[in-house]
DNA sequence: CAAAGTGTAACTATAATAGTTACAAAAGGG
DNA sequence: CCCTTTTGTAACTATTATAGTTACACTTTG
């Protein structure tokens, strides 16, 4: 596969350790997710360093490490994004720097890059984990 | 390569139409962007179905089909997105319905998704190729 | 110390993207 | 009316970010 799920992986794995508070397996939460243990491993390690879970070896002790009300998508966004996944736009890599248009192409296009990028961040920063695991436990009751 | 470009070149394609009006074949643009001709005639084509550029085969008629005052940097996008493109964060496919957490995820982080999609689409149609010219001209002026 | 689980390296597989070649069709100039 | 230039597009290859997988040493808990 090659589109970016990190994401909302992460915000996956978020919500089980809100909902199921010590059961937490990188391979039970890979079965909800219906992924790879090692992918939640990794994506639970950058949410570990970011200061979002916590966790222990040899026991399923995945927990989130604020309360979920805290913790913003902004944060987990920024906690699962590569270098290459940071920018949504990726500016064309060489333009010719001897022509006019080129030489000044990604000056003139900077501003409205960094405005989008900032738009993202600051309308997941209204939503947290918190909000998700409301609607997740709204759909488990309407079953 | 596979970071996604085409917003950035396809800027670059409406502002050098902007700036060398009747000089604009796809090998002259596709070597101000350092790519290639067909890469250019490839955006060309969807940035002519959205209506804003004008397009003669024979010469290298390529044109701005409306001022660059009205042209915003969200039509841009929109012209050039595709299904896969079309949404900055890819919903991981198919978690398992059976889990409740699986079940439901999808419907809860749906609108904060969405709310990061509209963002960025507002942010960018407060900017217009008119803008870009102007700040690519400053650039050139400059030297 | 045994069982369960994590951390991580190393590799493969997938898929979206750009790059390239080739050529028929269109337009305009002489 | 033909010749040149250029576009439109198909078909293919190359690249690369990503996820998936296997394997195993290490850690924690009971």
Redesign the interface.
């Given at each position: 596969?090659?589109?970016?799920?990190r994401?909302?992986?992460a915000?996956?794995i978020l919500?089980?350790a809100a909902?199921?508070p010590g059961q937490c397996s990188s391979e039970r939460i890979a079965?909800?997710?219906?992924?790879n243990p090692v992918v939640i491993r990794r994506l639970n390690g950058q949410l570990k360093k970011a200061g979002l879970l916590r966790i222990r070896n040899g026991a399923a002790g995945t927990e989130l490490a604020r309360p979920p009300e805290e913790i913003t998508?902004k944060e987990v966004y920024s906690a699962v994004k590569t270098k290459?996944s940071s920018h949504?736009?990726?500016?064309?890599?060489?333009?010719?720097p001897d022509?006019?248009?080129?030489?000044?192409?990604l000056?003139?296009?900077r501003?409205?890059?960094d405005?989008?990028q900032?738009?993202?961040e600051?309308?997941?920063d209204?939503?947290t984990i918190a909000?998700?695991?409301e609607?997740?436990r709204k759909?488990?009751k309407e079953r």
């Open positions: 596969m090659s589109a970016n799920t994401f909302p992986v915000i996956h919500a089980f909902i199921y079965e909800s997710a219906n992924t998508l290459e949504l736009f990726s500016t064309h890599q060489r333009p010719n022509c006019p248009v080129g030489g000044n192409i000056g003139a296009i501003e409205p890059l405005a989008a900032e738009a993202v600051l309308a997941l209204k939503y909000g998700v695991v609607i997740i759909g488990i």
